[in-house]
């Protein structure tokens, strides 16, 4: 199982809205064959794990176990049900890591194969399962998306200094590594001000990948036209309490002022936007913070930085520290949050 969380872990960024799943076919001990889900509207990673097993081992299919890190699906979608799929090649015994929170798989896949007379175990390292599905249980179960919060600061709790001079607080590896970030995730959010401030095209431009769906709050419709997060890399969403339009990769999405965050979150996930990157700035990120609704933050500090007089940077409460790690002088920081809503 541990193998298939690593094979799942593969498909990170290139899979969403469908979860990360890693399969391994084990006879005798030995894995036969092996695959993971690699991306959106491809073969799930049950067909490619049995399609990898070479021509001389495919007899000894019938008689392996089927590892698997997610309940095999039992519907028609982008394509046909993994769970016939284990019943078509016979094969007697599957370890299953997690139930499928999706209402349409929730446990009908395990009844199908039970039905067939396979044997199913499960749960089996369930934590860690649902841990690399975070985003996808998040939001399935709490019916929005998976929230992650994002800041640098100096030594001395400043995000930025005072006056119209950019600071750069991360170093050139720290910052290749927010690519990724950004990579890995739907989309990814600023506020007002910092759309025009820092005037940011908000891509994953230094990391190998897709960009992220990119999302404004621009309440009063202040921005000009001119910005880099109304160019034509990525398709861009605009919160605001005015309109409604569509126009090229363009979306305004009005909103009231009342609840504005919990209403968002409720339009991304109709729009079957499953996590975001939140960016900045610090009143928009504290926002997130004051109402519950985060779920991770990754806060990066320059170790040799000091702003003084600067803005400070948001205040964490309710978290848990999970890991931490030194690239150069810069400290990440990775914190969950102990009282998620």
Do not use: M, W
């Given at each position: 199982m541990q193998r298939c969380l690593q094979l799942a872990t593969l498909g990170t960024g290139n899979v969403a809205p469908n979860p990360m799943v890693?399969?391994?076919?084990?006879?005798?001990?030995?894995?036969?064959?092996?695959?993971?889900?690699?991306?959106?509207?491809?073969?799930?990673?049950?067909?490619?794990?049995?399609?990898?097993?070479?021509?001389?081992?495919?007899?000894?299919?019938?008689?392996?176990?089927?590892?698997?890190?997610?309940?095999?699906?039992?519907?028609?979608?982008?394509?046909?049900?993994?769970?016939?799929?284990?019943?078509?090649?016979?094969?007697?015994?599957?370890?299953?890591?997690?139930?499928?929170?999706?209402?349409?798989?929730?446990?009908?896949?395990?009844?199908?194969?039970?039905?067939?007379?396979?044997?199913?175990?499960?749960?089996?390292?369930?934590?860690?399962?649902?841990?690399?599905?975070?985003?996808?249980?998040?939001f399935h179960e709490m019916k929005r998306p998976y929230i992650i919060l994002k800041w640098a600061k100096s030594l001395d709790g400043k995000i930025a200094a005072d006056g119209d001079v950019r600071t750069l607080i991360t170093n050139d590896f720290t910052n290749k590594l927010v690519h990724r970030w950004r990579r890995e995730e739907a989309a990814i959010l600023v506020g007002t001000n910092t759309a025009l401030e820092d005037n940011p095209k908000l891509t994953s431009r230094l990391w190998t990948g897709k960009n992220p769906i990119r999302i404004v709050i621009d309440k009063e419709l202040r921005l000009p036209a001119g910005l880099n997060v109304f160019n034509a890399e990525a398709p861009t969403i605009i919160f605001n309490t005015i309109k409604n339009l569509r126009k090229d990769n363009i979306e305004w999405i009005k909103i009231s002022h009342e609840n504005l965050i919990v209403q968002m979150l409720n339009q991304l996930y109709q729009r079957n936007i499953q996590s975001i990157l939140i960016e900045g700035g610090a009143i928009t990120i504290q926002h997130f913070i004051d109402s519950g609704l985060w779920d991770e933050s990754r806060v990066i500090t320059n170790t040799k930085m000091l702003?003084?007089?600067?803005?400070?940077?948001?205040?964490?409460?309710?978290?848990?520290?999970?890991?931490?790690?030194?690239?150069?002088?810069?400290?990440?920081?990775?914190?969950?949050?102990?009282?998620?809503?």
């Open positions: 890693g399969a391994v076919l084990v006879y005798k001990g030995v894995i036969i064959g092996e695959g993971y889900h690699e991306k959106f509207g491809e073969p799930h990673a049950e067909v490619n794990c049995i399609n990898s097993v070479i021509e001389e081992n495919r007899k000894f299919i019938k008689s392996s176990r089927l590892f698997v890190s997610l309940e095999p699906c039992a519907h028609f979608g982008k394509t046909p049900p993994c769970s016939q799929l284990i019943i078509k090649e016979n094969i007697p015994e599957v370890i299953i890591g997690c139930r499928d929170s999706y209402k349409e798989v929730a446990g009908k896949g395990i009844i199908q194969l039970e039905q067939a007379g396979i044997r199913v175990t499960t749960p089996f390292l369930e934590n860690e399962c649902r841990e690399t599905n975070k985003r996808f249980f998040t702003i003084d007089k600067g803005v400070p940077a948001p205040e964490v409460t309710n978290f848990i520290l999970e890991k931490q790690e030194t690239i150069e002088k810069d400290l990440v920081s990775y914190y969950k949050n102990n009282n998620r809503q």
